[in-house]
């Protein structure tokens, strides 16, 4: 089981401070560079104790004009932890490919396999509705752009000699990525499954799946279509290509649990930012109900979150848990204490399941 651990920049004191803004954009104003630079250093840090701890993974990914997550290029400091994190594999989840330039990206996950041994991950994201407005993309045109920039990026880092490409939204007369990748023919792809149609485009392109913070019960709707979908395509995807993404905590006990998860959005935190509440997003670009953030999808002790990750695998498949431990109302402490307990009392009751561990930065 791969698990995501916390992000650093959430739990810090002075980054929470800004969470007294509600909505989004957050303003610079609020920003202060030695609470920043000391946020970057504590995810850095979490990130070498998840590797210790042995997680199977640590992850980032891509978000803007918020202090929730600092990391506007999730390639950046991905090629920081490549230097931090000397076992666990980094996964970048994800680039947000219909917002960036696709060859650009292909690039990026090239040298940072290189940087990192051989040890990258990438997660194809689409994006969510504030940050289309960030970049002024078309949330109409999002699922098409993902697409056909997903198709690229794996052409660009497979295809021997240059090539030209003429598509509906991306046209380059050369591509010719160098240097290439270390693993052959790449780093393993996921592509972003909270659709049917995106899960039925996995399979069809035999990408993995990542699906991200829904239930149990809506989870299952999408790792079934697509494993549907693959035996149609003539193959079968292995657990750890079926990717879920939450949040989650560990405490000695159930009451314990309770309590933090009573705190761990407390603030604007992840559950606006994503859903899009604020006076710069309009109406139409929310996100479906059902989504899930802002839920913990596994709290309570070491043995309840067993049953929960191994009744949650019966009933999806999944392979790979991408759990984050931090949140805004927690401290970085609180956070860290979850981390290890799921290292040492729930990790290796789970490991027979053939999940995996993953801990974000």
Known sequence: MTLW???????????????????????????????????LGLALAQAKLADELGFDWVSCSEHHYTPLLQTPNAAVFAAALSQVVGRAKIAV????????????????????????????????????????????????????????????????????????????????????????AVQQPHPPLYYSGNSLESASFAAAHQLGLGVSFYPGHITA???????????????????????????????????????????????????????????AIPPPTQVQPGFGLGELRFCGSPDTVVRQITDFHETTGVGVLDIGFGGAGISLEEAERSMRLFATEVLPRVCHLGVAATAGA
């Open 221 to 279: 709707q999408m790792t079934g279509h697509y494993k549907q979908e693959c035996a149609k395509h003539g193959w079968q995807p292995t657990p750890e290509q079926l990717l879920y993404r939450c949040f989650g905590v560990v405490a000695e006990d159930d009451a314990g649990a309770a309590e933090l998860e009573s705190r761990f959005f407390s603030g604007d935190g992840a559950a606006n930012l994503f859903r899009g509440r604020g006076a």
């Open 93 to 180: 989840l994800g680039p947000l490919v219909s917002m960036n330039n696709p060859v650009r990206i292909a690039e990026e996950i090239a040298m940072l396999d290189q940087l990192s041994g051989g040890r990258l991950v990438i997660l194809f994201l689409r994006g969510t509705p504030n940050e289309f407005l960030a970049y002024g993309t078309n949330p109409d045109e999002t699922r098409a752009r993902t697409q056909e920039a997903s198709l690229l990026i794996t052409r660009a880092l497979t295809e021997p000699q240059p090539f030209g490409w003429e598509g509906r939204y991306y046209r380059f007369r050369t591509v010719s990525v160098w240097p290439g």
């Open 5 to 39: 651990a916390c992000r650093g920049g959430q739990t810090h004191a002075g980054v929470v401070e800004a969470f007294k803004h509600r909505g989004w954009p957050t303003p610079p104003a609020l920003f202060r560079s030695e609470v920043g630079q000391q946020s």
